[in-house]
């Protein structure tokens, strides 16, 4: 296992891992509306590999996708905690959680914000994501009522962490 930055051919793989996670782990926290709400209208042009941000991928020897991640060196304005960069995703095929690719791709994406001079980061972590990033060293700053799309509403948790 190994992680490197993504690249246009892995747009359709990773979609197929954001989905599968997606539908599988979203209903450990969320209704059907939201994982529905979730889950609607991706494509494989949701995933971009252009500007300042990082995007990696967690592939198996063999070559296949089984996690993403991606980071900003610079912190957004929807984010209450006073940080320098931001965790914007980070999702495993669930075939493969416990495995330790999402700490893989969190360390990946921690280290390319550090070489970005970023000294603190936060993220919007879904509700059952928040105990990976806690497990992580991270802490919770507030929970969030995201619109997960067509009007159909969650909490989601911000949590944030020093590099």
């Given at each position: ?15 197929s ?13 969320y ?65 493969r959680a416990?495995e ?17 001079d970023v ?45």
């Amino acid at each position: 296992m190994h992680v490197r930055a993504a690249e246009p051919d892995d747009s359709a793989a990773i979609l197929s891992v954001h989905e599968a996670a997606i539908a599988e782990r979203g209903p450990l926290a969320y209704d059907d509306a939201v994982v529905d709400a979730w889950h609607a209208g991706r494509s494989v042009d949701d995933y971009t590999f252009d500007g300042e941000d990082t995007f990696l991928v967690a592939e198996t020897n063999a070559g296949t996708v089984v996690g993403f991640g991606i980071a900003l060196p610079e912190c957004r304005d929807h984010l209450v905690a006073d940080v320098d960069g931001e965790v914007t995703a980070l999702y495993v095929d669930p075939n493969r959680a416990g495995e330790g690719v999402g700490t893989l791709l969190l360390d990946a994406l921690h280290g390319s914000l550090r070489e970005q001079d970023v000294a603190s980061a936060a993220c919007w972590a879904s509700a059952n994501a928040a105990s990976f990033y806690e497990r992580r060293g991270y802490e919770r700053v507030t929970t969030h009522r995201h619109e997960f799309g067509d009007g159909v509403t969650g909490d989601v948790v911000e949590l944030w962490t020093s590099l």
